[in-house]
Nanobody
Framework: QVQLVESGGGLVQAGGSLRLSCAASGRTFSSYAMGWFRQAPGKEREFVAVITRSGGSTFYADSVKGRFTISRDNAKNTVYLQMNSVKPEDTAVYYC????????????????WGQGTQVTVSS
C-alpha cells in the first residue's frame, strides 16, 4: 500500500510555470507506475501524464504535450509535474495516482490517490 501527498499548487498567471510534487510513503515506490490527473469544476477527471516505474517512459495528454513534464525520483519517493506555459484551461485540482499495474491514461485503473492540489491560472 502507498499513501500519496501532493503539494506545489497555487495561483499562477497565464504563461507562467509551476511544479507539482507528489510524495509517497512506503519502501516500494519504484514498484508503482505513477500518473497525474486533473479535474475542473463540473468536468470529469482527465488524464494528464504517466510515467513508468523506472522513469524510462512517459506519456502525455495532447492538451499538455510540450508544456508539461512528468518525472520521478525513486530515491526520494517523489513524482513531479513541471508545468510550463500554463493556460487558464489548465485550472483544476491536480491529483497524483499510483498503481502496481500500468493503467496508463485510464483513471479508474489506479488504486491509490492523493488528496489533490488546486492549480489556478489567471488570464
Amino acid at each position: 500500500q502507498v499513501q500519496l501527498v501532493e503539494s506545489g499548487g497555487g495561483l499562477v498567471q497565464a504563461g507562467g510555470s509551476l511544479r507539482l510534487s507528489c510524495a509517497a510513503s512506503g519502501r516500494t515506490f519504484s514498484s508503482y507506475a505513477m500518473g497525474w490527473f486533473r479535474q475542473a469544476p463540473g468536468k470529469e477527471r482527465e488524464f494528464v501524464a504517466v510515467i513508468t516505474r523506472s522513469g524510462g517512459s512517459t506519456f502525455y495528454a495532447d492538451s499538455v504535450k510540450g508544456r508539461f513534464t512528468i518525472s520521478r525520483d525513486n530515491a526520494k519517493n517523489t513524482v513531479y509535474l513541471q508545468m510550463n506555459s500554463v493556460k487558464p484551461e489548465d485550472t483544476a485540482v491536480y491529483y497524483c495516482a499510483a498503481d502496481l499495474e500500468s493503467p496508463g491514461s485510464t483513471w479508474w485503473g489506479y488504486d491509490y490517490w492523493g488528496q489533490g492540489t488546486q492549480v489556478t491560472v489567471s488570464s
